[in-house]
Each structure stands twice: as C-alpha cells, then as structure tokens.
C-alpha cells in the first residue's frame, strides 16, 4: 500500500498534511518501514501471537527504539511530535506491535530523564537497539484506574530491596528483560507519595510470570501477570527519588497515551483507504457502492473524525515537547478524543465492507480488534475524562 497521493487531486486525508518537509521524511521512513517488514506481516503474528523480535531489531537500527531520548543514551532525540508521526505509521503496519514499540519507548524514556549515570550507562544501549525489551509495570490485581493503590512492596535490606507482591496485564511479560515497576516503600506511607520505581530484570531470584493471557486483540504482544516473592533487587537499581515513582510513571503515561492515540490514527487511517478502495469496486444495485449517498456521506462523516482526531493528537504533541502547563489535560484529551473517535471511523468502514469487513482474510476486522484496548488501557477513557475535569474545576 502507499500514502495515496494524488498528484491533480487532493485527498484531506493524507498524513502528511500540515507536517513540514522534516516531518514528511521521517514519515516517509516509518511508512516504508511499515510496508516493508510489518503490514504483510501483521496477520500471521495476530493469529500465531509472535512478537517478531527480527523485527524490532530492524526497527532499533531505524532508531525506533529510543524515539524521544537523547543521543548520550543512544537515542534519536526527536520530539513527540515525530514520534506521533512514527507511531501512526507504523501501527497501519500493525497496531498491536507498534503499540509495543510504544509502551518500550515509554520506559526508555523515563530510564534516559530520570534513571542515574550508572543505571543509563548499563542498560541504555540495549534497549534503545532494541537488543533488550521493556516493560511497563504499574497496574496490579486490585489497583487498576486507582493506580495510586498499588500494594507490591519494597523493604530495604543492606544493598538491596526485597520486593513482594504482584503486576497485573504486563505488555511484553515473559518476552521483555528489563521491568519498570512502580512498588511501595513498606514503611506504610498510603497513596501516591510511598511509591517509587525500580528496574527489575528477567531472571532475577524471587521473579515469576503466569501464563500468557488470551486476547481480542493485541496479540503480537505477550500479556502476563508478574510475581515476586522476596525477590532481591540491588538498591542501585532505583529509577528517581523516593516519593516520586508516581510522578516518574504518570510522566510517562502522559507520552504513551498520545503514542497510544497515534496508534489508533494509523489503524483508522488505513481502514479509511481500504474501504474507500472498495467501495469504488464493489457493485450492487448495478452500481459501484461510491454511488448512494448514503456511502458518501457517512464516509465524509469518518474522514472529519479521523482529521480533527489527528489535529487533537499533533497538538498534544506539541503540548509535551513544550512542556506546558496544560500538558496532562491535552494528553488526555487527546486520548479520549482519538482513540474514541478513531475507533468509529474503523467500525464504519469495516460496515463498508458487509460481510467481508468481518473476514480474517481482511484486515479491517484486525484493526477494530487492535484498537478496542486503546480506550481501556493507559488510563480509560473515563479516568481521561477524570483528568480534564480535575484540570477544569481545580483552582
Ligand atoms: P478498573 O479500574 O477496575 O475499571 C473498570 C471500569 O470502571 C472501567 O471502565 C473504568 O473506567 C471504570 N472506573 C473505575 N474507576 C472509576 C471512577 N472513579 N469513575 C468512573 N469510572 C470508573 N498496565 C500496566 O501497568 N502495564 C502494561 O503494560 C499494561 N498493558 C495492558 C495490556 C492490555 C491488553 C490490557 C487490557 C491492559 C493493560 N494494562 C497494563 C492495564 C490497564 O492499564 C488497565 O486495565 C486499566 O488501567 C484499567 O484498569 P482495570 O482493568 O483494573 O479496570
Ligand atoms: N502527568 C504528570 N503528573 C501526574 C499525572 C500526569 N498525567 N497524573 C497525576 N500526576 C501527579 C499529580 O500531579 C500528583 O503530583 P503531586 O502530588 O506531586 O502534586 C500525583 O501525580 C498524584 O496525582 P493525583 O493526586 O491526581 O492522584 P490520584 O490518586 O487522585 O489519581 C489518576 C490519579 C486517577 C489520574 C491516576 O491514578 C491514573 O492516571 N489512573 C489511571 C492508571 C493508568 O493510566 N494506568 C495505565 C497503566 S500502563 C498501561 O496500561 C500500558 C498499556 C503500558
């Protein structure tokens, strides 16, 4: 496939539209990336739930492994703007994957603005050649949109903290080296404050996972629970302050939920092309299905919520790479806003589609499954719309 470029015709839902010509090359690169090694992919590795580590490798060496962290580290120092712009590509390529790639951009991120010299100097080369996977570590059991009610435990032991307790719906679980866990001092202090972060790794005495857990959609990727059991952590292996973990992992968050969203842009925006493909083919009623206004409206409807969606996403972008004020909101608005409405504009054209849409032999079925996780993960929609209400009605 190829972003449709018509060159006497305009088509308002080209990515590339608004991005200035730095943008466009690096579009350019994630496009043909996508084309290239995932889109005739993304089928077998739904269907068989294969992570495609040839793959991700392929995509350090684009440096898409690092996307947002500095050169020191190994990273490619571009903004979340171009990261948007990457993620939405890719993920036409195949949703599920470049949602991982998301979710290890996140932690290399926080490794690179908060992680100590030796903790960078150790571990930053791997993860951003993608040599060594991350993951993401906050969500337990019983703690879910209440984030702040995590319960997994870290006492101070000489050089070490022995760790208990457990982390529900880990991406990248059993496949990942490295574990970026958000765990509780057990000194007792409640809520946001007790908490901070550790890097804990594969292999580690004391560290288990469960069995691979079976999903609708984001199957490229393992999801798993994690168990420690008085699992010994060197004390060096603190990413940021005590007190500050919660922070760490909502700065994060704050950057996954728009590389999320940009997920869902991609997804909706390939849907678009290939149903606008076939309703110029398909015929019934002795005309092609292009021809009943029904069809033509319904997609002009799709195509405003996919661009105002895209508007929204590149603007929260902007938001993070300016470090504003109303980041957190924006982020969340753009979340809400994108991964809601993107969401619509696939089921839309999958009813385009009839009967085939709900076909595996198409791919639309695919990208409906891929983003319905979009609006429940990285914070739900509605803990999305908590946020822009706190940051409305807060003085
Ligand atoms: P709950 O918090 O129990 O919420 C259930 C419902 O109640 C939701 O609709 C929610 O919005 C609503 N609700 C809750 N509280 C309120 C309220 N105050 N007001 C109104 N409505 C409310 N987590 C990680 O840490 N790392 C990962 O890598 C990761 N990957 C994931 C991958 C997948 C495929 C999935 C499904 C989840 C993943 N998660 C991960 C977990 C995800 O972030 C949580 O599922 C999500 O935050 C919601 O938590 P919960 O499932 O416990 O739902
Ligand atoms: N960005 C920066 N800081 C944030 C923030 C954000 N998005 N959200 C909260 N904070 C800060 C907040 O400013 C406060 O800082 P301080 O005390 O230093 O002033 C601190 O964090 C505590 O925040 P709150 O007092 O708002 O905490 P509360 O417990 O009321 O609720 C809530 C916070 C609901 C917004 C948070 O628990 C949340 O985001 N829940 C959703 C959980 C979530 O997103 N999980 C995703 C898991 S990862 C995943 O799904 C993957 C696929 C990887």
Not at 187 to 202: N, S
Not at 327 to 346: I, Y
Not at 355 to 361: E, I, N, P, S
Request: net charge neutral; glycine share 8%; hydrophobic share 35%.
């Amino acid at each position: 496939y190829s972003i449709p470029k018509r060159s006497n015709h305009s088509y308002c839902l080209r990515p590339s539209i608004g991005l200035d010509s730095d943008l466009i090359e690096i579009q350019n690169v994630a496009h043909d990336f996508a084309k290239r090694e995932m889109y005739p992919n993304m089928a077998k590795w739904d269907e068989k739930q294969e992570l495609p580590l040839d793959v991700l490798r392929k995509a350090g060496e684009m440096g898409f492994g690092a996307i947002y962290c500095s050169s020191e580290f190994g990273g490619s120092d571009l903004s979340r703007l171009h990261a948007s712009v990457i993620f939405e590509q890719l993920s036409m390529g195949c949703v599920s994957t470049a949602a991982y790639i998301s979710i290890h951009n996140m932690c290399a991120w926080m490794l690179d603005t908060y992680g100590s010299d030796n903790l960078k100097a150790k571990h930053a080369e791997k993860i951003a050649s993608f040599e060594e996977l991350c993951s993401y570590c906050l969500t337990e059991p019983d703690a879910g949109s209440d984030a702040a009610s995590i319960r997994t435990t870290a006492r101070k032991q000489g050089d070490y903290y022995v760790v208990n307790g457990s982390k529900a719906f880990i991406s990248g679980a059993g496949t990942s080296k490295k574990y970026f866990v958000m765990v509780r001092k057990d000194d007792g202090q409640p809520g946001a404050k007790g908490i901070f972060c550790l890097l804990i790794e594969d292999g580690m005495e004391g560290f288990s996972f469960a069995k691979k857990e079976n999903k609708l959609g984001w199957n490229s990727q393992p999801t798993r629970i994690l168990s420690f059991e008085d699992c010994k952590v060197p004390i060096t292996n603190q990413i940021g302050e005590n007190g500050y973990g919660f922070n760490i992992a909502m700065a994060g968050l704050n950057g996954g939920r728009v590389n999320i969203a940009s997920c869902s842009l991609g997804a909706a925006q390939k849907s678009m092309d290939l149903a606008i493909e076939h309703l110029k083919i398909r015929k019934q009623f002795g005309k092609t299905l292009s021809n009943f206004q029904y069809n033509q409206f319904k997609l002009a409807e799709l195509a405003t919520k996919l661009h105002t969606s895209r508007l929204i996403v590149r603007d929260a972008a902007k938001h993070l790479d300016l470090g504003t004020e109303e980041k957190v909101a924006m982020c969340a608005m753009a979340k809400l806003h994108a991964t809601d409405n993107c969401f619509e504009v696939v089921n839309g054209a999958l009813q385009m589609f009839g009967g085939y849409g709900f076909l595996k032999d198409y791919p639309i079925q695919q990208y409906l499954r891929d983003i319905r996780v979009h609006q429940i993960l990285e914070g739900t929609n509605e803990m999305m719309r908590l946020l822009i209400s706190r940051d409305l009605l807060t003085n």
